[in-house]
């Protein structure tokens, strides 16, 4: 799988690696599965009728924040602050991955 032009699966050595996205997209999220990847599915668990609005978010938050490494995208405010929190919290790597259809710099 490549996500602007990084091969993910050759970023990070873990026996568990989750993505957090916001993709709707069932090929997408087979592939991610395909590969022994994992998400936090809140659809699928109910989150927001059993919770209220915000958790959802609030999970993300706190798993990504917990994580030993992290890959984010650019544009993206969640990935900015959850990579700064992995870097000064975990003392983890913490790279910003360019999406396809964000301009070369």
């Known amino acids: ?4 032009g990084v091969f993910v699966d050759a970023l990070l050595f873990s026996r568990l690696l989750m993505f957090a ?24 668990e109910k989150t927001e009728e059993k919770l209220g609005n915000w958790y959802p978010t609030i999970i993300d938050l706190a798993a990504m924040s917990m994580a030993n490494g992290f890959v984010g995208n650019t544009g993206s405010t969640y990935s900015l602050i959850s990579g700064k929190r992995v870097e000064s919290w975990n003392d983890g790597p913490f790279v910003m991955a360019r999406r396809p259809t964000d301009p070369q710099t």
């Open 1 to 4: 799988m490549v996500f602007s």
């Open 21 to 44: 996205l916001d993709s709707t997209s069932p090929d997408w999220w087979n592939e991610v599965q395909t590969r022994g990847w994992h998400r936090l599915d809140h659809q699928k």
